[in-house]
C-alpha cells in the first residue's frame, strides 16, 4: 500500500534525481513572468502539500498520466533559493481547475488536489507528483507556478509540454518572445524506464531576476 508519509518525507531525495546540477550565472536565462489567469484557487483546500495525487488520505488517485516534476528555484546570480515557497496550480484531467467559475465543473475530479506548496531548503530544489497538463478549450497544456520569498510574490509563470502542437497556437505560449525564455518554460515530459505506471518525469528550474540583498 502506498506509504503517504514516506512519499512526503523522501521528497528532497527524489528531487534530487530528477533536478541536472551544474548552472552557471553567464548560461541562465531569467525565467519569464506569466499572468496567473483566472483559475488561482479562490478557496484554497485543506491539504495543501506537494502530493497533488492523493488527497489527504484518501486511497483513490487522480486520473490522469502521474508526472515527477521538480527542479531549483535560482536567484540572478544562479545561487539557490533557500526557503523559497514554490506553489503550483493546473486543471484537472478533464480541464476543470479548483475554482468556483471553472469551466467544466460538473465532471470535475475530486480525487485532485489541483494545487499544491513545497518550501525549499538549502539547494533551492522543489519537487511535486501530479498529473500531466491537458489542454482545454483556449489553451495548450501547462502548470501555473508561483514563487514567493518572505512572504512576497517574485514570480508567476506557467511551464509548457515540450512539442506539443498547441503550443504555437496559444497566445500566452506566443507573447514570450524571446526564444531563449520560450525554451526555458518548456520542458520535457519524459517517460521513467520501467514504470509500470507509464509515469514520467519533467525538470524545470525557474531563475528569479532577484538576489538575496534587494529589498
Known amino acids: ?7 512526503l518525507g523522501s521528497t528532497l531525495l527524489t528531487s534530487s534525481f530528477y533536478t541536472v546540477p551544474g548552472l552557471f550565472a553567464d548560461q541562465l536565462t531569467l525565467t519569464p513572468k506569466q ?4 483559475f488561482y484557487p479562490d478557496k484554497l483546500p485543506l ?9 489527504n488520505d484518501k486511497l483513490t488517485p487522480a486520473v490522469g498520466q502521474i508526472t515527477h516534476i521538480a527542479g531549483k ?6 545561487n539557490p533559493i533557500k526557503n523559497a515557497v514554490v ?3 493546473q486543471c484537472d484531467n478533464n480541464g476543470a481547475y479548483l475554482h468556483s467559475k471553472t469551466s467544466n465543473k460538473a465532471k470535475q475530479d475530486s480525487n485532485f488536489q ?8 538549502s539547494s533551492g530544489e522543489y519537487y511535486f507528483r501530479t498529473i500531466k497538463p491537458v489542454a482545454y478549450p483556449g489553451r495548450t497544456p501547462h502548470i501555473h507556478f508561483k514563487i514567493k520569498v518572505a512572504g ?4 508567476s509563470t506557467q511551464c509548457y509540454v515540450k512539442g506539443e502542437p498547441q503550443n504555437d497556437k496559444d497566445g500566452i505560449y506566443r507573447s514570450v518572445k524571446d526564444e531563449k525564455q520560450r525554451q526555458s518554460i518548456t520542458i520535457d515530459f519524459a517517460p521513467i524506464p520501467g514504470s509500470k505506471l507509464k509515469e ?5 528550474n525557474l531563475v528569479l531576476g532577484y538576489t538575496p540583498n534587494m529589498p
Open 1 to 7: 500500500m502506498f506509504n503517504r508519509r514516506m512519499f
Open 152 to 155: 512576497k510574490a517574485l514570480l
Open 73 to 78: 528555484i535560482l536567484d540572478a546570480n544562479g
Open 200 to 204: 514520467l518525469s519533467a525538470n524545470f
Open 47 to 55: 491539504d495543501t502539500d506537494n502530493d497533488l495525487i492523493i488527497i
Open 114 to 121: 489541483g494545487f499544491g506548496r513545497f518550501a525549499t531548503a
Open 87 to 89: 506553489e503550483i496550480w
Open 35 to 38: 499572468t496567473d489567469g483566472p
